[in-house]
Each structure stands twice: as structure tokens, then as C-alpha cells.
């Protein structure tokens, strides 16, 4: 939401452009479809831009199933991740639904976590886990109902549906970006 930077990377676009110094890359990477789509759009020719996702190694085998019933969001806690609009959905949920509404947990750091604490602490079925890793992410992940991804940004790649594939986990996201590539309808 910055014009000033906006502007900035539009010059520096329209001088590398104008300089040639681009044509001398013979090949670019994107990490998804639709980043390469965005770098063809930039001038890029299509035949130069190449898509290569994200490697991962997957689990072996999925830990056995179990569903505590919670959804989980898993990340950064800042606006891109799409923070604000999960955690007003939440709120009209639990307005709606009462003492019905599923549980709702926060594993993450960062600018918006006063807005997450907040949130936990006015409504019973938002639970404010901090940042988590190891064997306390393993058994999040476990025992979730399904992963949250409410992007609302062009999300290059989310690692994090790779990581809720692994422990078979469906996820819940934003038709946003190269999300759109890893999550699909049903």
C-alpha cells in the first residue's frame, strides 16, 4: 500500500527494461505458475520464464488421524497473511453460532499479534498459541481439523499446505495467487 515504493520499483523496472540489462538473463525461475505468469506480464519473454516449485520432502507416512476439532493458521501474523479478515470471520462465527463455534487457534509471530491477543482474550474460540516448532507444531498440525490459509495478498507459494499435505490435513484457503496451484476444490 505504498506508492512511494510502488513508484520506486516502477522505475527501476522501466530503467532495466530501457538499459538491457534484462535481456542478458537467459533464463528466470518462478516458483509457481502464477509468478511466472506475473514475470511474462512484466515484459519477460514466456519462452525465458520457467516455473519451479518449492521442493519438499514429504513424510513418509502420515501421522495417524485424529481431528480435536480446531482449525489452525499457521505463519506470520502480519497483514498480507490475511490476520484481520480470519479473525472477524471468527468473531461474526461466534456471534452466530454461539457456544457451537469451532475452535480457532494461532501459531505465529509478528506485527499483529496485539490484534491476536485481543482477539483471544475477548472471544473463547480464538486461542493464541505464540510461535510454535518442533514436536508442539507436530501435534498442532496432528490434531487439527483442517489448516487456514486466508491470504489476501498474491501468495507466490505456501509452504504450509505442503506441511498440512503431510500430516493429511485439508486446508482452508484464499483463491489467491500460487495457493491456487497446491489447493483445489474438494
Aim: proline share 8%.
Amino acid at each position: 500500500d505504498s506508492v512511494v515504493k510502488s513508484a520506486l520499483f516502477a522505475v527501476m523496472l522501466k530503467l532495466l527494461h530501457g538499459s538491457g540489462w534484462l535481456h542478458s538473463v537467459k533464463a528466470w525461475i518462478a516458483i509457481s505458475d502464477f509468478m511466472r505468469d506475473l514475470i511474462i506480464e512484466s515484459g519477460v519473454p514466456a519462452n525465458q520464464v520457467h516455473s519451479l516449485r518449492h521442493s519438499w520432502d514429504a513424510m513418509p507416512e502420515a501421522p495417524p488421524y485424529r481431528d480435536a476439532g480446531y482449525y489452525l493458521f499457521l505463519g506470520r501474523l502480519v497483514e498480507p497473511k490475511g490476520i484481520a479478515p480470519m479473525l472477524a470471520a471468527w468473531e461474526k462465527l461466534h456471534q452466530h453460532l454461539g457456544p457451537q463455534t469451532p475452535v480457532l487457534h494461532i501459531a505465529g509471530e509478528g506485527p499483529l499479534e496485539a490484534l491476536v491477543r485481543q482477539h483471544a482474550a475477548s472471544n473463547p474460540c480464538v486461542q493464541y498459541l505464540g510461535m510454535i516448532s518442533g514436536e508442539t507444531k507436530h501435534k498442532a498440525l496432528t490434531s487439527c481439523r483442517a489448516l487456514l490459509v486466508p491470504s489476501v495478498w498474491w501468495e507466490p507459494m505456501g509452504l504450509v499446505v505442503y506441511e498440512a499435505y503431510d500430516f493429511a490435513k485439508p486446508v482452508l484457503a484464499a483463491r489467491s495467487g500460487g495457493i491456487t496451484e497446491a489447493v483445489q476444490p474438494g
